[in-house]
């Protein structure tokens, strides 16, 4: 089977749509998984919680998305972030609201464990040191681990010299073995990384690997729509 891997799509419907088309024409995909912020900074998030309503996926809660249904205190972000959660919480209907008050915060498919900062914090811990690395490794129950949250692509390998973190490579497949693997897909909706293509990952499991790709998206549509 071949899952698309998403996190923070922070109701950027151009960059989802994008990365949607782009798994599709490379060969598709049975499922979506989410790791959390669908909604939150951008102006469609009924829209992106819809397309991923339209597939079959597995998902799990973000910070944004708790604190855009009130089940966290917009007290804890920054002012913009708490600005654009107030006003996704005008926007979402009861069903919306709903769908994501009903997500998990870890979830297990495939050996994966899903969550969107991490295992022993999964709403606000960004996995992006040595030490959270670590952590995270002694509090896996599965083999490999998707997070998101910080927005950077990268692969992070348990080995006898510690957390070992490697640059995403577009298009380079990484192979999954019995050795402890951390995975971040980077930002769907709002990358992180100084390059602005939309980030995602896809799981292979006859091949057994995580391949990162980047695809383009209309940035200036996205924009407008802000302002």
């Given at each position: 089977m071949k899952a698309v891997i998403v996190s923070d799509v922070h109701s950027n419907i151009e960059a989802f749509q994008s990365v949607v088309d782009d798994a599709r024409l490379r060969g598709g995909f049975d499922q979506i998984w989410s790791l959390g912020d669908l909604v939150g900074y951008g102006p469609d998030p009924e829209e992106c919680i819809e397309l991923i309503r339209s597939y079959d996926h597995v998902a799990v809660a973000g910070n944004h998305d708790l604190a855009s249904i009130g089940r966290?205190?917009?007290?804890?972000?920054?002012?913009?972030?708490?600005?654009?959660?107030?006003w996704t919480s005008t926007r979402l209907s009861d069903e919306h609201r709903n769908y994501l008050d009903g997500l998990e915060l870890r979830q297990q498919a495939q050996g994966f464990t899903l969550v969107h900062g991490s295992p022993r914090d999964p709403v606000w811990e960004y996995v992006v040191s040595a030490d959270s690395a670590r952590a995270t490794f002694e509090e896996m129950q599965t083999t490999w681990c998707l997070v998101g949250h910080s927005h950077i692509p990268?692969?992070?390998?348990?080995?006898?010299?510690?957390?070992l973190f490697t640059e995403?490579?577009?298009?380079?497949?990484?192979?999954?073995?019995?050795?402890?693997?951390?995975?971040?897909?980077?930002?769907?909706?709002?990358?992180?990384?100084?390059?602005?293509?939309?980030?995602?990952?896809?799981?292979?499991s006859t091949s057994n690997t995580v391949t990162h790709h980047r695809v383009e998206y209309e940035v200036a549509r996205a924009q407008e729509k802000m302002r």
């Open positions: 966290l205190s917009l007290e804890m972000f920054n002012p913009y972030a708490e600005a654009a959660n107030r990268f692969a992070c390998r348990d080995s006898d010299n510690g957390a995403a490579v577009p298009d380079s497949p990484v192979e999954l073995s019995s050795e402890k693997l951390i995975v971040n897909p980077g930002g769907v909706g709002q990358p992180r990384d100084s390059d602005p293509r939309a980030s995602y990952a896809v799981f292979d």
